[in-house]
């Protein structure tokens, strides 16, 4: 009885290596099958992974030069800008401040006067206030002649500054979608910058990765940076989009300079 029950169980364990052996077997076919499905999946996604790094360098480089255009343009429109009757401004502004210098005194002591006989007044100083009212009198021909001649010169600067407003306004009209697009173009190269850090993580463990052998880690990595690209392009081709729309905005003002 116990010989017979000894050889059961020996066929029994005899059984479960067998079973355990095949199991193994059987996984490393799998991990084998993984490893060779992995590798043709890197074979199959290189190809489309180094054409999106061409177009990545090709949107870089086009989105730099009309950039640069676009900033050139910009720099030389404000410029006329800020030239646009700036001598004339000038000389005006020079000659509205020069007549406020030169009357200055003249005024200041016709001021001077009125509030010393305003204060003689009140203190019943009758004889003091007669004397001051006819020294200010002589002068209210003067300041008469002073007051016309510092308004003309403020109201022609005056009167300059708004015709000169008037002429720019529709250049700065057509430059204000610029500012919009500028801050459209910042968020997204932010975007762009979080994207690039991402996919140059992935790069880095899809190099370690190979290094190892580890075909399915590669190929795991090699996608996450794929999908990182395919995005930035993405990005790319928006912030092309709203540089031609400066661009264009920037053109529509040139159309407008005096």
């Known amino acids: 009885m116990f010989i017979h029950n000894f050889s059961y169980l020996k066929r029994f364990v005899q059984l479960i290596l067998v079973v355990a052996l095949l199991n193994i077997n059987l996984t490393l076919a799998s991990a084998g099958t993984d490893w060779d499905s992995a590798l043709d999946d890197i074979n199959g996604l290189h190809g489309n992974y180094t054409s999106l790094q061409v177009a990545l360098k090709s949107d870089s480089s086009k989105i730099q030069m009309l950039r640069k255009q676009n900033n050139e343009t910009l720099k030389s429109i404000h410029s006329v800008i800020e030239s646009t009757d700036k001598v004339l ?19 200041d002591q016709y001021s001077t006067l009125s509030k010393q006989s305003t204060a003689a007044k009140k203190a019943k100083d009758f004889k003091t206030a007669t004397l001051l009212d006819l020294r200010r009198n002589k002068l209210k021909a003067a300041v008469t002649l002073a007051r016309t001649e510092i308004k003309a010169k403020t109201d022609a600067f005056a009167t300059a500054r708004k015709q000169t407003a008037a002429k720019i306004k529709p250049i700065k009209d057509a430059l204000a979608p610029v500012t919009a697009l500028k801050k459209q173009i910042t968020a997204e190269n932010k975007n762009i910058a979080v994207a690039q850090k991402v996919r140059s993580e992935a790069d880095k463990q899809y190099k370690s990765a190979v290094k190892q052998g580890d075909a399915i880690k590669a190929v795991s990595e090699m996608r996450i940076s794929y999908e990182q690209m395919k995005r930035i392009h993405d990005m790319h081709q928006n912030i092309y989009s709203w540089e031609q729309k400066i661009s264009l905005a920037l053109r529509s003002a040139e159309s407008k300079l005096p």
Do not use: M
């Open 89 to 107: 401004l000038s000389r005006l502004s020079s000659e509205a401040t020069s007549a406020q210098k030169k009357h200055a005194p003249l005024l």
